[in-house]
């Protein structure tokens, strides 16, 4: 698996946890990175997307003002800082990889991503 996702767990609501994905292949430097989401029963649902520099980001409206994208390319790591999560946050977090380098309106769309790491599960109680 070349996305590895990691930092998920239980949290209660109004607290945090940072996501990570490590590339291990390292190729990741210029290509456009996201979340997405997948709660049970649901599809799977855009988070937030960062450009290749990481100069550019877009959230859902959901988790605007609550959660932050960023990612370091020296360390081939992408992150998803998550504040005030909320019980409706629950759900399998999935790092992507888009052949796309910069911030455009189709990075909201899981169809621009070619590569997606294994998913690491969010479970926020009330």
């Known amino acids: 698996v070349q996305l590895q996702a990691s930092g998920g767990g239980l949290v209660q609501a109004g607290g945090s946890l940072r996501l990570s994905c490590t590339d291990s292949?390292?190729?990741?430097?210029?290509?456009?990175m996201g979340w997405f989401r997948q709660a049970p029963g649901k599809e799977r649902e855009f988070v937030a997307a960062i450009s290749w520099r990481g100069g550019a980001t877009i959230y859902a409206d959901s988790v605007k003002g609550r959660f932050t994208i960023s990612r370091d390319n020296a360390e081939n790591t992408l992150y998803l800082q998550m504040n005030n999560l909320k019980p409706e946050d629950t759900a399998v977090y999935y790092c992507a990889l888009s052949p796309q380098s910069t911030i455009t309106s189709e990075m909201y769309s899981s169809r621009s991503y070619n590569m997606w790491g294994q998913g690491t599960q969010v479970t926020v109680s009330s």
């Open positions: 292949k390292r190729t990741s430097s210029n290509n456009g």
